[in-house]
């Protein structure tokens, strides 16, 4: 077993094509429901939110899906990203296992969400789309977007989750540097955020709201059209860069991974390293155990219902099939932004029903303790979300250690907490509560889910 660190790779190495699981999944997906007649949607129902490109890819069977060279022109900016050998970790932890991580930090918006905002600005810079509008939780899809379209010369529009914008001015200051214009959600600019701000003036916000104004602005302007940082079919399509590159290394390592792990807000970057390992796993058996990561106060794969629902609080989207806590759910306001989403990409909800990976959820303060450990051994301070990630590789590392088995782990190391410190700063002050959600909440939002006939 070589003691090497780091296995990177040149960027002769960036995939070509990206990897769809729907070829290789034993059940298709359920289908995608119009609001209004409850019957499947088809693409021109879409095409008003999406370019026909990223449209036909959300609904491929295709298993293997060309990446344009313009995109992998700008992927060399930052890809292959490396995956390191947690030697460090490993040390303090005292376990017999092995730690890799895939760290997608590294990228200009030093996160995993770049490798899908470049391919979407390019599809509708292709087909002539001028402004893009989209939402944000913590910031960092909505500073990927506005580093992607200021590339492709598009203007970018982003409502921000209020919490957040008040929370992370950094993170806005960086999109606007990127070229974006930033809003807080809910705002006064859309019907769905002045509705909002009628019956609750107070809203933090939440990711279902931002989606709601975001989408309304798409579908009321002929020139603008919406994006996506996650939960779609062709979002999680484009992160599997992570997973194809990850299986190179695993094998420069000499090491297959027993067990997958990533954090899951709308289930991008997990699906992004587990869904070409599951892939490996369907076509040749090779076995592999996936564990997606998700906050105790927003647990949608732990604790939502399997059911038809709407991707946002107005209600304006097509109904999706997906683990859901209800579009009316607004999780406490807690740090991991970019996982407080209501629903679970209907993907990664399929491959859970069909019992290809399994879920798991963590509290705050036991992730932000991991992220602590992490930073002092491996040197890389994790975003908050991805420290779901990292507290569970290490308590499967410590379960390793336990039963004595030489366990190799690898997990999604799915972005930097730059951006993040004050989150550290009020964890260390001990102000971080490990708050659950509310129950009522839950049980009044799970009643007003969609009644639909195709169940
Ligand atoms: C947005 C984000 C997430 C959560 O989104 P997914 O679509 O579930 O990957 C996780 N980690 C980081 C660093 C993020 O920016």
């Known amino acids: 077993m070589s003691e090497q660190n780091k296995y990177m790779m040149g960027e002769d190495r960036i995939p070509k094509s990206w990897y769809n699981i729907t070829a290789d999944l034993p059940a298709p997906p359920p289908p995608v429901l119009h609001p209004g007649h409850g019957g499947p949607i088809g693409p021109d129902d879409l095409a008003p939110l999406f370019p026909m490109a990223l449209i036909g890819?959300?609904?491929?069977t295709e298993r293997?899906?060309?990446?344009?060279?313009?995109?992998?022109?700008?992927y060399k900016m930052w890809r292959p990203t490396p995956l390191y050998r947690a030697h460090g970790l490993e040390k303090a932890l005292g376990t017999t296992a092995r730690i890799f991580y895939k760290y997608e930090g590294v990228s200009p918006a030093g996160s995993h969400k770049p490798n899908t905002a470049v391919a979407q600005?390019?599809?509708?810079?292709?087909?002539?789309?001028?402004?893009?509008?989209?939402?944000t939780g913590a910031g960092q899809w909505g500073s990927s977007l506005a580093f992607a379209g200021g590339l492709f010369g598009l203007e970018v529009k982003i409502y921000m989750v209020k919490v957040s914008y008040q929370q992370k001015p950094y993170r806005r200051a960086l999109m606007e540097t990127y070229g974006a214009k930033c809003i807080a959600s809910p705002s006064t600019e859309t019907d769905s955020g002045r509705a909002i701000l009628a019956a609750h003036p107070d809203s933090p916000g939440s990711l279902g709201i931002a989606i709601s104004e975001a989408v309304e602005v798409a579908a009321k302007n002929p020139d603008t059209k919406y994006a996506l940082g996650s939960v779609l079919n062709h979002v999680l399509l484009h992160q599997t860069v992570v997973g194809i590159e990850a299986i190179e290394q695993m094998e420069m390592a000499d090491a297959y991974p027993d067990v997958v792990i990533g954090c899951a807000g709308g289930g991008s970057n997990f699906a992004g390293i587990a869904f070409p390992f599951i892939g490996k796993k369907l076509r040749d058996g090779k076995d592999v155990r996936v564990l997606a990561v998700e906050p105790a106060a927003c647990p949608s794969l732990t604790r939502g219902v399997y059911a038809f629902d709407f991707g946002d609080t107005g209600h304006l989207t097509p109904l999706v099939k997906m683990h859901t806590l209800g579009s009316e759910f607004i999780p406490p306001g807690f740090h991991a932004g970019g996982l407080r989403y209501h629903g679970m990409s209907p993907l990664v909800s399929h491959c859970k029903e069909l019992g290809l990976i399994e879920a798991r959820a963590y509290h705050q303060n036991?992730?932000?303790?991991?992220?602590?450990?992490?930073?002092?051994?491996e040197g890389i301070v994790p975003a908050p979300e991805s420290n779901h990630a990292v507290r569970a590789a290490i308590d499967e590392a410590l379960k390793a250690k336990q039963e004595g088995k030489a366990t190799n782990i690898l997990f999604c190391l799915s972005g930097h907490g730059h951006f993040?410190?004050?989150?550290?700063?009020?964890?260390f002050a001990g102000k971080l509560v490990d708050q659950d959600y509310d129950p009522k909440e839950l049980e009044a939002s799970l009643a007003h889910l969609p009644k639909v006939a195709a169940e």
Do not use: W
């Open 57 to 60: 890819q959300e609904v491929s």
């Open 64 to 74: 293997h899906i060309e990446i344009p060279q313009p995109v992998r022109d700008i």
């Open 121 to 135: 600005a390019f599809y509708n810079k292709q087909e002539g789309v001028t402004k893009l509008s989209t939402e």
């Open 420 to 427: 993040d410190m004050q989150a550290y700063t009020d964890y």
């Open 366 to 377: 036991p992730c932000f303790e991991a992220g602590v450990l992490f930073a002092r051994t």
